[in-house]
């Protein structure tokens, strides 16, 4: 199950959050039998961890989905030689790729600053790919050909940037 390990480490980092914010009176009191104190000061935020491994595999996950729909993207784009044909195709993709940021933009950050910030980079040209293709199904005929050419300059970027965060987790 690709999703598991994506939503497990999302869900602990939810677990721990929700712990540290939820509170409230003893079952069986009143509310105006159990103060609830006011601080004086706010305290730190302790963000909450996620094991190395466990990123770097839902990462992976994200890596292997990204790959295969660029692939398919690719090929469903060279197959569209009208902006109808590819309008059949490419909102998937679009969605695919939106979706592929938002699971990245979800994730804590990775203990690695070189890591975290291609994987930033990816995430913005995921989110990027996925907008170029959802304007390309909106344009205009007439305009298909300079969508067609953006989106093929896009998939070699976001392929770069995949292999860039699959090299550097192979040692998770």
């Known amino acids: 199950m690709p999703g598991v390990a994506v939503r497990a480490a999302v869900a602990a980092v ?7 914010c939820s509170g409230g009176g ?28 466990d990123l770097a595999v839902a990462l992976r996950q994200v890596l292997t989905k990204g790959g295969a729909e660029l692939s398919a993207t690719a090929t469903d784009l060279q197959r569209a030689a ?8 490419m909102g998937d993709h679009a969605t695919t790729f939106s979706g592929l940021h ?26 990027g790919l996925s907008s170029v293709i959802s304007a390309m199904i909106a344009a205009e005929v007439s305009q298909y050909p300079q969508y067609k050419r ?23």
């Not at 079952?27 to 039998?33: E, I, N, R």
């Not at 009208?82 to 195709?89: I, V």
């Not at 998939?155 to 292999?163: A, N, T």
């Open 26 to 53: 003893q079952a069986g009191t009143s509310p105006s039998a159990t103060p609830i104190p006011v601080p004086s000061a706010t305290a730190p935020v302790t963000p909450a961890t996620v094991p190395t491994h």
């Open 102 to 127: 938002q699971t990245l933009e979800a994730l804590p950050p990775f203990p690695v600053a070189k890591t975290q910030t291609d994987v930033k980079q990816l995430s913005a040209d995921l989110a």
């Open 150 to 172: 953006q989106i093929n300059a896009q998939i070699p970027v976001v392929s770069r940037d995949i292999g860039v965060v699959g090299d550097e987790l192979k040692g998770y």
């Open 14 to 20: 939810g677990a721990v959050a929700m712990s540290s």
């Open 82 to 89: 009208t902006l109808d044909q590819a309008a059949q195709t």
